[in-house]
Every structure is written in structure tokens, then in C-alpha cells.
């Protein structure tokens, strides 16, 4: 195996072939290079949040003292739908590029597609699926040893759990389901959570009848006043002792359940850099990613 950008590729497409297609347009590293830069952009808003402390945890005694509870405080809730746009910009020029490796090699050395507005980067989960995307003239022009690159590298073609093959999938839902079905979705889940109490009070034999502590545990939504902890006993609480760890994530909600946001859209656009090294037989050259490699 040798690795693009990072990303296991599949031995036998890295062999070179009897053409030399070179990229007649830069347009395809610019679409990752956008993509890129949207990714980074989303990764300052998100820090912009959390630089603002837009959430604390507050603990409450009742009136009674009986019953302890820890709440969720949020002055600034996260803007998950400007989060969603920008995840909608980074996957569309990741899919862009993609076509605009199709374009490429389809309008080469003068060549003129009878139907333009069908060239496209066909992404095919079965056989069927690739033969009906290609039958509709989505690789009309494009020179038989590209095509076949193309193909190698279909999601059905690969190994069941293979990087590149998830990923191309990936990508396609993602943009069909921002172009088609409103937007992308992002979430916040929490993560890490741990506890370390103990509840005191006036008395052994009080602190005897509330053993074993009736403590309930919530995961709520990332909103004012959700109830983090609450706990409930037959004798008045004097103190309480010790600390609570939460800790959050914020995910991609995608057709394979939710995904960490950042990890997945940086392997995307990985992901794509590889699938483009490959169409062209050689590796393109791409700036430096959100994290700063290159």
C-alpha cells in the first residue's frame, strides 16, 4: 500500500499507465483548496464560540435541602445552522472538484462532449449504478485510460471498509442531501462526562439512610437550564463535596449515524486528494490543509 496525503491506496491503481494525463485546468485543486479554506473558516467560528465561555455548570440546594442539582448554564447558544453552511460549502467543493476532474478530461486537447451538461464524476455503489451513470454520457470524451481510473476506484470496486471507497460515498450523500433536502446538520453530544460526589450530612446515622445516594444522571440538549444531575434523599443535605467533568463534541449528522465533525471532513478532503492523485496518475498539488500539513 502507498499512501497519498495520508490515505491508504489501493496498490494496484498507483502502477503507471500507458497514457500521461496530465491536469489541462487548475480548477480541480482549486475546488479542494476551497474546501480547505471552508473547513478552516468553520474551525474559527467554532473557536469564536467556545472562546466566548457560552456555557457554565451551576449547582442548587432546595429550599427543603433534600434534593441537589446541577444545571447546564448557556448564554450563547451554538449557531448550529451557520455551523451547517459552512459544512455545505467545504463537501459541495469537494464534490466540485471531483466533476471538474470529469470536465477536465472530457474537454482535453480540443475534445468537445456532445452532451456537456452530463459530464460529471460518477460515484456508484454497484456495477448497475456505474453503467447507468456512464450510459447518460457522464464520462463522454473522457480517454478510456482515465475512465478505467475512475472506475478502479468506485466505492463497489473496493474492499468492504476501505478509506477511499467510504469516503467518496460519504461525500456524494453529504452534497445531495445539503443540495436536496435543506441542509447539513451539525450537533453537539456530550463526551467524557465523570462525577466525583459526596453528599454530607448533620449525621452517621442520616448519612446511613441515604446510602445508596438517589442520584440520576441526564444527558440533555445544549440549552439554559438543562438538568445535568440531580440528586434526592430522606435527610437534609449540608454539603456537598467533590467535582463533574463534561465535555463536549461537535458532530456531523450523516446517513452512517453522527460523525466527529472536524476528523471527517479533513479525511474528506483527504479523501479526495487521493481519488484525484489517482484519476490523474500522479499527485496534484494541494495547499496546506486546515491543520496545517501539507
Not at 489501493?10 to 497514457?19: C, K, L
Not at 441542509?183 to 449525621?203: G, N, P, Q, R
Not at 438543562?226 to 430522606?234: K, P
Request: hydrophobic share 40%; net charge negative; charged share 20%.
Amino acid at each position: 500500500m502507498r499512501a497519498v496525503r495520508g490515505v491508504p491506496v489501493p496498490a494496484a491503481t498507483m502502477g503507471r499507465m500507458t497514457d500521461t494525463t496530465a491536469p489541462a485546468s487548475t480548477w480541480p485543486s482549486v475546488k479542494v483548496a476551497r474546501a480547505v479554506q471552508h473547513l478552516a473558516d468553520l474551525q474559527a467560528r467554532v473557536g469564536l464560540w467556545h472562546a466566548t465561555r457560552p456555557y457554565r455548570i451551576e449547582d442548587s440546594l432546595s429550599d427543603d435541602r433534600l434534593t441537589w442539582s446541577l444545571r447546564l448554564r448557556v448564554s450563547s447558544l451554538p449557531p448550529l445552522e451557520e455551523w451547517g453552511a459552512y459544512m455545505g460549502d467545504c463537501v459541495h467543493n469537494l464534490r466540485s472538484a471531483l466533476d471538474a476532474a470529469a470536465w477536465d478530461g472530457a474537454t482535453a486537447e480540443g475534445r468537445e462532449p456532445m452532451n456537456p451538461t452530463q459530464i460529471g464524476f460518477p460515484i456508484a455503489t454497484t456495477p448497475k449504478e456505474w453503467d447507468r451513470q456512464v450510459g447518460r454520457g457522464k464520462l463522454d470524451c473522457v480517454p478510456p485510460e482515465m475512465v478505467a481510473r475512475i472506475r478502479s476506484i468506485q466505492p463497489f470496486t473496493q474492499p468492504a471498509g476501505d478509506d477511499i471507497a467510504n469516503g467518496l460515498a460519504l461525500v456524494s450523500k453529504l452534497d445531495n442531501n445539503d443540495k436536496h433536502r435543506s441542509k447539513l446538520v451539525a450537533s453537539i453530544e456530550w463526551t467524557d462526562m465523570a462525577h466525583e460526589l459526596t453528599f454530607e450530612y448533620a449525621s452517621g446515622a442520616a448519612a446511613a439512610r441515604n446510602v445508596p445516594p438517589n442520584t440520576t444522571l441526564h444527558t440533555p440538549e445544549i440549552v439554559d437550564g438543562a438538568l445535568l444531575i440531580e440528586n434526592s434523599g430522606v435527610d437534609p443535605i449540608v454539603g456537598v463535596k467533590g467535582e463533574s467533568k463534561f465535555g463536549m463534541q461537535l458532530r456531523i449528522d450523516t446517513p452512517f449515524g453522527a460523525l466527529p465533525l472536524f476528523p471527517t471532513l479533513g479525511s474528506l478532503v483527504d479523501h479526495v486528494a487521493a481519488v484525484l492523485a489517482i484519476v490523474y496518475d500522479r499527485p496534484l498539488p494541494f495547499p496546506p490543509t486546515a491543520d496545517g500539513t501539507s
